[in-house]
């Protein structure tokens, strides 16, 4: 089991290697989303609230995550599907799209705070904990809207269904994220967000087991 996971993990990562225009266009999404926003702020001197540095930040990685997560199962083909059906585990398929994914989201989100941090200034404190937080962000947002891309493949209008069920998914999810993340920029104690974490922690959990638990009825459907 431990060999067809990381078999299924190397699939895909060869498949984005054959078609590299994917990332690099989701690079070029939040580097252009980050450019916008320098431009439409006039940031000359880098001067900006830190809740809209925030927010801002946050929001970008959001659409990005949806961009980036979509395809997930939308870009499997029936045929390639039914192949799977036969010879793979349905458990280890959902499972290793979830990793494959937060792995991803992790390189778009570190690269899009790196670029944001060049543009806009950095006006976090407590950068650690604010790193951390964006781990936390990313595993939830690739562990929530690869599930659901598993629901969208199933219909025809895919990216409006993503978007129907995703956003009530994400946004306590978002709402969390973005507070961890402003008592880390004010630089509080670490013990004020702790109940946050371990909110943001479970809902994690919750989602892999459930994610987990239902694929294997959505594969047979």
Same mark, same amino acid.
């Given at each position: ?167 009530? %998914?994400? /946004? ?5 994220? $973005?507070? =961890? @993340? ?5 630089? &509080?104690? !670490? +013990? ?6 371990? %909110?943001? /922690? ?5 989602? $892999?087991? =459930? @994610? ?5 009825? &959505?594969? !047979? +459907?």
């Amino acid at each position: 089991m431990l060999a067809q996971f990381l078999q299924l993990i190397r699939k895909e990562f060869l498949l984005e290697w054959r078609q590299k225009y994917a990332l690099n266009s989701l690079l070029l999404y939040v580097s252009s989303a980050i450019l916008i926003v320098y431009l439409s702020f006039n940031l000359e001197t880098q001067k900006i609230e830190p809740i809209t540095w925030n927010t801002l930040f946050w929001l970008i990685l959001l659409f990005s995550s949806f961009n980036a997560i979509a395809k997930g199962f939308m870009q499997e083909k029936v045929g390639r599907m039914f192949y799977y059906y036969v010879v793979v585990n349905p458990y280890l398929l959902i499972l290793a799209k979830i990793a494959y994914n937060v792995l991803l989201m992790l390189l778009i989100s570190l690269v899009g705070l790196g670029g944001y941090i060049l543009f806009m200034g950095n006006p976090v404190q407590d950068l650690p904990f604010f790193l951390l937080n964006l781990v936390l962000g990313a595993l939830g947002f690739a562990s929530t809207l690869t599930m659901i891309s598993a629901i969208a493949s199933k219909a025809n209008n895919n990216a409006v269904l993503m978007a129907i069920l995703g956003f009530p %998914v994400i /946004l306590p999810m978002l709402l969390l994220l $973005i507070k =961890v @993340s402003k008592n880390a920029m004010d630089g &509080l104690a !670490r +013990s004020n967000s702790t109940e946050e974490i371990l %909110v943001l /922690l479970c809902i994690n959990a919750i989602v $892999i087991s =459930v @994610s987990y638990l239902l694929f294997g009825f &959505l594969w !047979r +459907s």
